[in-house]
């Protein structure tokens, strides 16, 4: 009973459920009809795009977050480093933070981002190990446990509404294949609470194509959901159990500081002996106020078997689908000496193999949720069950097309990668030749 308990446990963290169809039984989905009733958003706002880098090498730094200071607006730069950053016009002054792990905090005036092209070099801050101070606990297990004990204390105790902006993509290979983004509203309970997070659609767009996708359509269930439950100091329940915690070896690597605080590396995977499908990575956590700053870690793939029980939830029957890969990430940010949720990726790849196929097709499936904005929930209200969206939501059917260029209007959001990029513009290219009327060019 108690291996079937913990085996719902982490179905239920592994909401990302893989659902292959064939092309001829699935159709075209529709677009939902609330996900179109949203009004045009003026031009209210500025937009600062640019691109941050180690001021040594020039590499982009990933998934750096800009905030801008004394507010909640807030974008992170993506897997190239390049960020859009959008700010109110009546904000005339004010200063932007720009921080990274393991970098020293840079602050910039407002007054001097350019609308594009704006280069931010950040500076490595990385020290060894020095002698564990009294107040952190010399055993590295101790720690986490100490960590995840003061969650109520550290993180956020009032309910909180966020704006967030989600995005899904599923790749053949290295080319994409169908890519849905969000906005959404997420009603945020306490730290300290066992009820869990609501969510509300707010406004998406997606596009598929078909043609690509071999001769099944894969479909991602659960939506933003699966970049939410990744907030460990939210559901520890989903990967550091009460009772999985004794199957991991914990260990101090070299600690790191962020804003000057000295932050600790943890080093974690399942004990040798343990066959279960569980993780492996590294836990931030503020050597102080033990506090989990960010996580990095995997899925252990010990049974092939087992590990697509956890993911796949339709399938052909001349098919076999294994995960190769299953890799998580969440960050966290401070505001007022409290903690929050900032961002979380999740990123699966899949090998299919045919039936009497000699090759196998071979699919990357990954998602992220960035909040971009928050603020108290004061009435503590929670969407109406009609308007929240359900843990089994498939985004890519509730979402419309891409054809305004200015969709996402004030809000913020992570400024696409140029394979998205291009992705995008030839779907509007498409579009503007369909709006002609005979499939050449609108005039």
Same mark, same amino acid.
Do not use: C
């Given at each position: 009973m108690k291996n079937k308990r913990l085996f719902r446990s982490r179905k239920a963290f592994n909401t990302i459920l893989l659902c292959f169809f064939l092309i001829g039984l699935l159709g075209m989905p529709k677009a939902s009809a609330f996900a179109q009733e949203v009004p045009e958003q003026e031009m209210n706002y500025k937009q600062f795009k640019g691109k941050i880098m180690d001021a040594e090498s020039k590499k982009p730094l990933v998934f750096a977050t800009l905030t801008v200071e004394g507010t909640n607006i807030s974008t992170i730069s993506n897997t190239e480093g390049e960020f859009a950053l959008k700010v109110p016009t009546s904000m005339k002054e004010g200063k932007v933070m720009v921080a990274f792990l393991g970098y020293k905090n840079k602050s910039i005036p407002l007054s001097q981002f350019k609308e594009d092209n704006n280069k931010i070099y950040m500076d490595v801050f990385v020290e060894a190990l020095g002698e564990v101070s009294?107040?952190?606990?010399?055993?590295?297990?101790?720690?986490? !446990?100490?960590?995840?004990? !003061? !969650?109520?204390?550290?993180? =956020? *105790?009032?309910?909180?509404?966020m704006t967030a902006f989600y995005r899904e993509t599923i790749k053949r290979r290295k080319k994409n294949v169908s890519l849905s983004e969000a906005v959404v509203n997420i009603y945020k309970t306490p730290y300290n609470s066992n009820k869990k997070d609501g969510v509300k659609l707010y406004k998406a767009r997606k596009s598929t194509d078909?043609?690509?996708? @071999?001769?099944?359509?894969? /479909?991602?269930?659960?939506?933003?959901?699966? +970049?939410?439950?990744? *907030?460990?100091?939210?559901?520890?329940?989903?990967?550091?159990?009460?009772?999985s915690l004794s199957k991991y070896n914990f260990s101090f690597e070299q600690s790191t500081r962020v804003d000057n605080r000295q932050i600790y590396v943890i080093d974690f995977k399942q004990k040798p002996n343990i066959e279960e499908q569980l993780?492996?990575?590294?836990?931030?956590? *503020? +050597?102080?106020?033990k506090i989990l700053t960010s996580a990095i870690?995997?899925?252990?793939?010990? @049974? &092939?078997?087992?590990?697509? /029980?956890?993911?796949?939830?339709?399938?052909? +029957?001349?098919? &076999?689908?294994?995960?190769?890969?299953? +890799?998580?990430?969440?960050?966290? !940010?401070?505001?007022?000496? /409290?903690?929050?949720?900032?961002?979380?990726?999740?990123?699966?790849? =899949?090998?299919? *193999?045919?039936?009497? &196929?000699l090759f196998n097709s071979v699919y990357s499936l990954s998602c992220e949720m960035a909040v971009t904005d928050w603020e108290k929930n004061l009435t503590n209200e929670m969407p109406r069950a009609r308007d929240r969206i359900k843990t089994s939501i498939i985004l890519g059917d509730e979402a419309v097309g891409f054809a305004d260029p200015d969709f996402w209007g004030e809000y913020n959001i992570i400024e696409p990668e140029k394979s998205i990029e291009s992705a995008i513009k030839k779907i509007q290219r498409q579009l503007k030749k369909s709006k002609s009327g005979d499939g050449s060019p609108a005039p």
């Open positions: 009294l107040s952190v606990p010399k055993n590295a297990e101790e720690l986490v !446990r100490e960590t995840l004990k !003061r !969650r109520g204390e550290n993180y =956020f *105790d009032d309910p909180t509404l078909y043609s690509k996708l @071999d001769t099944v359509a894969l /479909k991602l269930q659960g939506g933003p959901y699966n +970049a939410l439950y990744v *907030d460990i100091m939210k559901y520890p329940e989903y990967i550091f159990h009460e009772k993780y492996s990575g590294k836990l931030y956590i *503020d +050597a102080e106020r870690y995997s899925l252990n793939i010990t @049974d &092939k078997y087992e590990a697509a /029980k956890l993911f796949v939830r339709k399938k052909p +029957a001349n098919a &076999k689908v294994w995960p190769n890969k299953v +890799a998580y990430r969440v960050d966290y !940010r401070e505001k007022d000496g /409290k903690w929050y949720y900032g961002y979380s990726n999740v990123l699966l790849e =899949f090998k299919i *193999d045919w039936d009497k &196929k």
